[in-house]
């Protein structure tokens, strides 16, 4: 098992990353305290990586020149496991290419590289994707870490927030059968702020598509807080299980789910990288961990 997961120390942090996936596991500050949702029933997952798409298409389907291929919610990268292409103390990479498995629901060439590192008081989380074909290479990717909610036991759920670093006005979207609806909603957003509760979730995720913000911090008045911070990424989503459940997701996206009224090939999708050949897109995240 010692293989199939990575540990990195560092900075304050301790972080394990799976083969599986390439999916953070464990997050932990320096007084040992887990933040990171453990993969528990409500939700078998911790961080799961979302590649080549984000959210759903129509059907379940990628249509691309006249033929079907079936691509379910969030893309495969996710079930997938990934090559180690480097393991030290304080960080890790992970690889992913397409293959004749991966063509027959994805018919593009792509690298993946996934690295990890922790330092001052923080996880730095990098995705690059390469297009290794010939012509343009379509995709979305996003994160989708869980973090315990609450992060400290005792405080309830209603006494953590949301903090934008710019207000955040515009209208959000919702999902229907996990696609995108047609019209915009009112946001719950107070210019920077959120308030949490589980009943914002009982319409599924909160999706900002204009989003403004490149940074979020997530906590409460005391205990440990999380300071999310991000750079190309355009959208993002805030979830928690509808009926509660103890975390919540917070998730820098490049893409979304296929908007319900539209049924077309994939390559003209909303929200996608266009991708040319021999380019290679980077995209990065933080967590900075607070107390």
């Known amino acids: ?9 560092g900075g304050g942090i301790t972080a394990a990353v799976k083969a599986d996936g390439a999916e953070l596991c464990s997050l932990k500050n320096a007084d040992g305290r887990e933040l990171l949702w453990q993969a528990g029933p409500q939700w078998p997952r ?20 006249g033929k079907t291929y079936p691509m379910t919610q969030h893309g495969f990268a996710r079930d997938l496991r990934f090559d180690w292409v480097a393991r030290e103390p304080a960080s890790c990479a992970l690889l ?5 498995e991966t063509r027959k629901r994805y018919p ?17 989380v990098t995705f690059e994707v390469t297009n290794t074909g010939e012509g ?32 955040e006005s515009a209208p959000i979207r919702r999902l229907r059968g996990g696609l995108m609806r047609a019209m915009p909603e009112t946001s719950p957003v107070n210019g920077r702020k959120l308030a949490l509760s589980e009943r914002l979730f009982d319409d599924d995720a909160i999706i900002l598509d204009r989003l403004v913000s490149t940074s979020v911090r997530y906590g409460a008045d005391r205990g440990p807080s999380i300071e999310l911070s991000w750079d190309g990424f355009q959208e993002l989503g805030i979830w928690s299980k509808p009926g509660g459940a103890p975390f ?10 296929s908007p319900e009224a539209i049924d077309e090939d994939f390559i003209h999708k909303p929200g996608l ?16 961990v607070r107390g």
């Open 1 to 9: 098992m010692a293989g199939e997961v990575h540990t990195l120390r």
């Open 273 to 288: 990288m266009h991708i040319a050949p021999a380019e290679t897109r980077v995209l990065k995240y933080r967590v900075g």
């Open 46 to 65: 911790h961080s799961p990586l979302l590649f080549p798409i984000v959210g759903r298409l129509k059907d379940d389907v990628l249509r691309h020149n």
């Open 136 to 167: 343009m290479l379509p995709a979305s990717i996003g994160a989708h870490p869980a973090f315990n909610w609450p992060l400290l036991p005792g405080l309830a759920k209603e006494d953590y927030e949301i903090t934008f670093s710019h207000d």
């Open 96 to 100: 992913l290419t397409d293959n004749a």
């Open 248 to 257: 919540i997701c917070v998730e820098p996206w490049r893409g979304f789910a």
């Open 108 to 124: 593009f060439a792509y690298r993946l590289v996934v690295a990890f590192a922790v330092a001052n008081s923080g996880l730095d």
